[in-house]
């Protein structure tokens, strides 16, 4: 089992940024793909991006590419959501999840594993 932790969200006016991360303990998590996913009030949870496990590949949602990066310290077992440019249509609670799947996957059912996520808030 592997249990996930995000922190780092917060509060930001439009065009800033914020960095979240994703703390793993348990197994090692260097061996699953890591996706981030966000939920705004009223909508359904939606992928954001991913990266695999080797840290070589991402993915992202056509939504946040350009602007959001995905990366993973493995030594550290984290992982990181580097936001830029950050819209008020950005402002959800954020979640990492980890998947045993060996490439990045989007759908949430291919997620094994959820942190409990982080509020971002982006104002106009």
């Known amino acids: 089992q592997v249990q996930l932790v995000e922190s780092g969200g917060g509060l930001v006016q439009a065009g800033g940024s914020l960095r979240l991360s994703c703390a793993a303990s348990?197994?090692?998590?260097?061996?699953?793909?890591m996706g981030w996913f966000r939920q705004a009030p009223g909508k359904e949870r939606e992928f954001v991006g991913a990266?695999?496990?080797?840290?070589?590949?991402?993915y992202y949602a056509n939504s946040v590419k350009g602007r959001f990066t995905i990366s993973r310290e493995d030594t550290k077992d984290t992982g990181y959501l580097q936001m830029n440019s950050l819209k008020p249509e950005d402002t959800a609670v954020y979640y990492c999840a980890g998947s045993r799947e060996s490439d990045i996957v989007s759908e949430i059912y291919r997620y094994d594993f959820w942190g409990q996520g982080t509020q971002v808030t982006v104002s106009s």
């Open positions: 348990g197994r090692t998590f260097s061996v699953y793909t």
């Open positions: 990266i695999n496990w080797s840290g070589r590949n991402t």
